[in-house]
């Protein structure tokens, strides 16, 4: 199975918003500028000073193997404090299955993001259904892990060659022809060879999933590549070809 770089999950695109009068701090404080804005600041701080603070104690408990601590901070109301917790745990080799389909299930992409990775090795958690999740990060990076298993998950195939055509998102296209590729199941072939003329990240991706194929549309595919206006997918295309 070909190896898959794992995707880069801080989109700049997805960033918070800048500044600005009435903008919301990260505790969910409205910044207005009445009276009370000071006082609701001050508050802010502490909550986020909080956090941090429980953040560090989950990832110190994962170092630690202090299971009860890392137990207690999977139940923060903090998502941030509970996918930490939830990796501790998974460090100290005291993650269950159960934990991990709680954190697929959880309200938060930040935790389900986290839970993703966390049961790439855990064949018994499903992750057929996160490719459709709503949050197109977590489909990233459910597409990412379908791609990790082996054998595959029943359905992942022709989920992942759905995404690769339909999604909206073009990082999860590209995460989900990776992912095709790594598997090399010829169901997904079809989609792989729809994806050498999507955008240029994705294109360069596909040719690469063409590696484990062979055949006369590969064949025509590459040779298509070969004159591609990305160099990037004109390389990818040469070095299978060489």
């Known amino acids: 199975m070909a190896m898959i770089v794992p995707p880069a999950h801080a989109r700049a695109r997805r960033s918070a918003g800048r500044g600005g009068p009435g903008r919301t701090l990260s505790c969910g404080v409205s910044m ?6 000071t006082a609701n600041r ?3 701080s502490r909550v986020d000073a909080d956090d941090a603070t429980s953040r560090a104690a989950a990832a110190v408990a994962g170092h630690t193997g202090d299971e009860p601590t890392a137990r207690r901070l999977v139940g923060s109301d903090d998502p941030s404090v509970r996918a ?5 745990l998974g460090r100290m ?14 309200g938060s992409p930040v935790v389900r ?5 966390l049961a790439v090795d855990r064949t018994a958690v499903p992750l057929v259904p996160l490719l459709d999740d709503a949050d197109a990060d977590v489909a990233e990076q ?3 892990a379908c791609g990790e298993r082996q054998p595959p ?23 989900a022809v990776a992912a095709l590729g790594a598997i090399g199941d010829p169901a997904g072939l079809d989609a792989i060879l729809a994806a050498t003329r999507d955008k240029p990240a994705v294109r360069r991706r596909a040719v690469l999933a063409l590696a484990p194929f062979d055949g006369p549309a590969v064949d025509a595919a590459l040779q298509e590549a070969l004159g591609d206006r990305d160099w990037q997918v004109r390389q990818a295309a040469e070095d299978l070809l060489g």
């Open 32 to 37: 207005g500028k009445d009276k009370g804005a």
């Open 42 to 44: 001050r508050n802010c």
């Open 84 to 88: 930490t917790a939830l990796a501790a």
């Open 93 to 106: 080799g005291r993650l269950t299955d159960d934990d991990v389909r709680s954190g697929l299930a959880d």
């Open 113 to 117: 993001r986290r839970a993703v990775a």
């Open 142 to 144: 459910a597409a990412w």
């Open 153 to 175: 998950e029943d359905g992942a195939v022709a989920a992942l060659a759905r995404l690769t055509t339909d999604h909206d998102d073009p990082l999860v296209r590209e995460a």
